[in-house]
């Protein structure tokens, strides 16, 4: 076969490489690689500098000599680019992320190259309705509905300041602290609060402070821990000089209908329990619906065996491993701790990466079969989502998705896929 450009001949052989993966043989010969060679040199001479000549004057053969480097890597750049572009178009190839380029052979005749790329996998669907799995049954129990009551009681309470005892277990203190490590001052803080409390990670802290009154200071002395986050504290002894300024004790509201009405929101207690009843009810259910979304999704992969190309796998890993390290950053995580775990991190999400990318993968294919489309309202529906999601108006949403044509194309696969899901789980067990 070949393509007809300026005269250019391309020779365009194809062949299987790894899985998901072909290796295209192109050779360039004929007048295009000499037709590059006098587009650049046409371009260069408008505009070089060259001594003993006055701008655009010098002669080719002077430029030639001059520009020579430059001249070959410009122009087996634009040729290898142009000259895989059309073998992919004429042989109709879809593939994924860049080509590599290898075993180049360029003189002023000829060039010739292999580019190796990575294509989507050969899909025989097998079996994508009837798929079986379990719902998991959304109950509430009264303990959980407590529970929920306990935590509203937390967010209500209120701190007493306490003048008639000194500090005890369970009591919180506001103190001035300064830490010492070796002699050497490390960390001096001003109104920080302390609960008292038996059981805590820096052992002995609270009880020694345990009988101590307003306005009186106590040194404290404890050993951080060998894996202590700060690795130039661990396994150290730190001195605290403590200056005691208020003990507070936090006292919890009744569970009556003053709380419900304290929250703003409700006249009863009856009220409030029903509404946090319906609340764990809706997060189960969502629970419930996503695990038994998840299981027919490996049910899916497991019936429907599919490749999962290493570059597709290896682009949706670092997007996870990048969430993944944002919400441990977010979390205050320390950089060289996160630094530390990533290998793992990797390691862990390896398996998640391939899963999804196989999944991708099969939504497409019954998108395709079953004639699935993303709909005008569909895409409306989204902006719509996203609006209330980063409270923006509909309009400024719209507009974005119109004028990022990448971000739009991305948000109708979404929606293709979740179609898709939807026409899974509608036709399973």
Known sequence: MQLKEKGLGVKVSVKDGGPCEKVLSVAVTGDMIRDEYNEFFQHLGREAKVPGFRPGKAPRE??????????????????????????????????????????????????????????????????????????????????EVNESLER??????????????????GDFLIADYRCSIEGKEVENRTDDWFELREEEFLKGFSTQLVGSRPTEEKEVRIHFPENFGR???????GIFQVKVK????????????????ETGEFQSLEELRGRL????????AR???????????????????????????????????????????????????????????????????????????????????ESLKAEPDDFDAKYKEAAARHRQSEEVVKKYYEEHTEAKEALGIQILHEKAIQLIKDNAK
Request: no cysteine.
């Open 287 to 369: 629970e419930s619906e996503t695990e038994y979304e998840s299981a027919l999704l490996e049910a899916l992969v497991k019936e429907n065996p599919v490749e999962a190309p290493k570059g597709v796998v290896e682009r949706r890993l670092s997007a996870l491993l990048d969430a993944t390290v944002q919400s441990l950053y977010r979390r205050k995580l320390r950089p060289e701790m996160i630094q530390k775990e990533l290998p793992a991190l990797r390691d862990k999400l390896q398996p998640e990466a391939e899963r999804e990318v196989r999944v991708s993968f099969l939504l497409e294919e019954i998108a395709k079969r």
């Open 246 to 261: 208020e003990i507070k004790t936090k006292k919890l509201p009744e569970l009556n209908d003053d709380l419900a009405k």
């Open 62 to 143: 002077v430029l030639e000599s001059h520009f020579k480097n430059e001249a070959r890597e410009r122009v087996l750049e634009r040729l290898i680019s142009r000259s895989f572009r059309d073998a992919i178009g004429e042989k109709q190839i879809e593939f994924f992320g860049r080509p590599t380029i290898r075993g180049v052979e360029f003189t002023d005749d000829k060039l010739a190259y292999e580019a190796l790329i990575e294509v989507p996998p050969p899909i025989k669907l097998k079996k994508y309705k009837g798929l079986a799995a379990t719902r998991k049954a959304v109950e509430v129990k009264p303990e």
């Open 277 to 284: 009843e319906g609340q764990i009810k809706e997060g189960k």
């Open 152 to 169: 509203v009681r937390e967010t209500l309470a209120k701190f007493v300041a306490v003048e008639d005892r000194p500090a005890a277990l």
């Open 231 to 237: 690795k130039e504290w661990a396994g150290k002894e």
